[in-house]
């Protein structure tokens, strides 16, 4: 069984501050672990994935995420937020392939808002 | 390549009425899979298609009946509708060329009232 916890549900920071979303997992099986954004009225995009080659994991506009296992932790973050990075994340964990077929476990979401 | 489409992208449907969600992707691949996302709870799993032929119960399937016509199709229908149902529904596909850590591609959603 895998769960996802996701510390806040709403996060708020300054353009150019740094962003920290907290994802924290519960996996009987080594895990896959994926952050996804969310912008209003729209599906989710991929922002970046834990493939275990690194544990430091870079994803699309210029976010970050490592993977500590040690703490269960797969914090994302990026050094300097930016108006556009308004939105929902989701941290998702999966225990790949075979019987279990991809499938997806989410936590609740975390709403980041930028302030000018 | 238009990915993962969804139709309709807005329903409004009374208690007790039927309608079927449709979701197309045209990518070739393998699994399929729905979702719904309701405030603060993230999105939970319907029911999934792990191959052309195939579909399972996920985490949330009372309610729910699925077909996967094709491999580019899987649709989701709600025999008669609760005010429960009232949520955003996602489709998505997930590639299986690299294994065991391949990205699920979502649709734009379609947002479900019933009232």
């Known amino acids: 069984a895998q769960s996802v916890t996701q510390l806040g549900s709403h996060v708020s920071v300054s353009e150019g501050a740094l962003v920290l979303l907290r994802c924290n997992y519960s996996?009987?099986?080594?895990?896959?672990l994926f952050w996804y954004v969310q912008y209003p009225n729209q599906g989710l995009q991929l922002l970046l994935k834990?493939?275990?080659?690194?544990?430091l994991v870079k994803g699309i506009n210029g976010f970050e995420a490592e993977f500590k296992k040690s703490e269960t932790s797969f914090h994302l973050t990026k050094p300097s937020a930016h108006m556009s990075d308004a939105a929902e994340y989701f941290c998702?964990?999966?225990?790949?392939?075979?019987?279990?077929?991809?499938?997806?476990?989410f936590g609740q979401g975390t709403i980041l808002t930028v302030h000018p | 390549n238009a990915g993962v489409t969804q139709t309709p992208k807005f329903q409004v449907l009374k208690t007790g009425q039927s309608m079927t969600l449709q979701c197309a992707q045209d990518?070739?691949?393998?699994?399929m899979y729905w979702y719904r996302q309701d405030p603060g709870m993230g999105l939970r799993l319907i029911y999934y298609?792990?191959?052309?032929?195939?579909?399972d119960k996920g985490e949330v399937p009372n309610g729910y009946n699925v077909s996967r016509l094709n491999k580019r199709e899987f649709s989701l229908r709600l025999e008669s509708a609760a005010p429960s149902q009232t949520s955003v529904y996602f489709c998505?596909?997930?590639?299986?060329?690299?294994?065991?850590?391949?990205?699920?591609?979502f649709g734009p959603g379609t947002r479900l009232t019933v009232l």
């Open positions: 998505a596909s997930r590639e299986t060329l690299a294994g065991v850590t391949d990205t699920q591609y």
């Open positions: 996996s009987s099986v080594p895990p896959y």
């Open positions: 834990y493939t275990s080659a690194a544990t």
């Open positions: 998702a964990v999966s225990a790949g392939g075979g019987t279990s077929y991809g499938k997806l476990t």
């Open positions: 990518m070739n691949h393998n699994s």
């Open positions: 298609s792990a191959s052309e032929g195939t579909t």
